[in-house]
């Protein structure tokens, strides 16, 4: 709430004096246009360090050691793609197509690879088609079953050959789709 305090020699102003009260003068023309551009100065300033000191800390701007030369992947080494008439192949479809692993067998036995099994996997969901073979020296006989089989992909693992198989076949979704079924 406002006091009323009777009327002083303070309360009378006279005219043409810069200076209001003890210690103010009145503002100079142009004074907030000023305080705005430091403002917009400071802004910027803070800013770019922001973004440079980001930089410099993703190490995308390295300005300690110079960049290292980046070295081209070694090409792995292949097996050429053979047929081994005397590994049979186990087919599983890995699929909800019905008769898949049996199509897959005809086509790999018309392609001279003879065929042991053809059922079911444990699972039918698997979208890739793979061939697994059980150790190094089958790699060659692995990727000739996979010339003969659209969208096949070979894998070294040894979870077949403790069972006894050395080159399996798992028909995925993507072979299903190849050839139809």
Known sequence: ??????????????????????????????????????????TVVLA????????????????LAPPEPTATPTPVVTAAPTIAPD????VLNGTDTTGL???????LAAGGVPVGTTSNADANDITETVVYYASADL?????????????????????FGAEGMQLVVVLGSDYAAAVGG
């Open 1 to 42: 709430m406002a006091q009323k305090f009777p009327r002083d020699r303070f309360d009378s102003i006279p005219h043409g004096i810069e200076r209001v009260g003890a210690h103010r003068a009145p503002a100079r023309r142009g004074a907030r246009w000023i305080a705005f551009g430091w403002a917009a100065l400071a």
């Open 87 to 90: 590994i049979p192949v186990a």
């Open 101 to 107: 692993a049996a199509k897959a067998g005809e086509t």
């Open 48 to 63: 770019a360090a922001g973004i440079f000191g980001v930089t410099v800390l993703n190490e995308r701007l390295n300005f």
């Open 139 to 159: 790699e060659g006989a692995a990727r000739g079953v996979a010339q003969l089989l659209p969208e096949a992909d070979v894998r070294l693992s040894e979870d």
